[in-house]
C-alpha cells in the first residue's frame, strides 16, 4: 500500500523558516526519486525538489534554488523540505510525492497536501 503524510506546514511571516516531513511508506520510499510539489488555486501542480534514492543526486525548481533544502532519512522512511527565506509568493499546497520524474516535473504518488500560508 502506497502511503505519503506531511506534516509541517502552517503560517510564517515572510522572511521566515518552515520544516516540511513526509513520511512514506516503504514501497513509495523505495522508488527512485521523492520529491515535493506545491500547488495554488487556479494553477497547475508544479514541482518544487526531488532527491534520490542515495541522496546523492538532488533538483529543484529555480524559483526555491538557494532557499529550499531537500534531504532523507532512509532509516525513517521520512523526507524534509527545509524551507527558508519564505516569500509570499511560496504560499501554496504542499505535496510529498513518489516516484517523481525530475525532467518531466510529474510523480506516480501522492501525499493529501499540507498548507504553507506566508503572510508579506
Known amino acids: 500500500q502506497v502511503q505519503l503524510e506531511e506534516s509541517g506546514g502552517g503560517l510564517v511571516q515572510a522572511g521566515g523558516s518552515l520544516r516540511l516531513s513526509c513520511t512514506s511508506s516503504?514501497?513509495?520510499?523505495?522508488?527512485?526519486?521523492i520529491g515535493w510539489f506545491r500547488q495554488v488555486p487556479g494553477k497547475e501542480r508544479e514541482f518544487v525538489a526531488s532527491i534520490s534514492r542515495g541522496g546523492g543526486s538532488i533538483y529543484y525548481a529555480d524559483s526555491v534554488k538557494g532557499r529550499f533544502t531537500i534531504s532523507r532519512d532512509n532509516a525513517e522512511n521520512t523526507i524534509y523540505l527545509q524551507m527558508n527565506s519564505l516569500k509570499a509568493e511560496d504560499t501554496a499546497v504542499y505535496y510529498c510525492a513518489g516516484d517523481v520524474n525530475p525532467k518531466l516535473s510529474t510523480a506516480r504518488y501522492w501525499g493529501q497536501g499540507t498548507q504553507v500560508t506566508v503572510s508579506s
Open positions: 516503504v514501497r513509495t520510499f523505495s522508488t527512485v526519486y
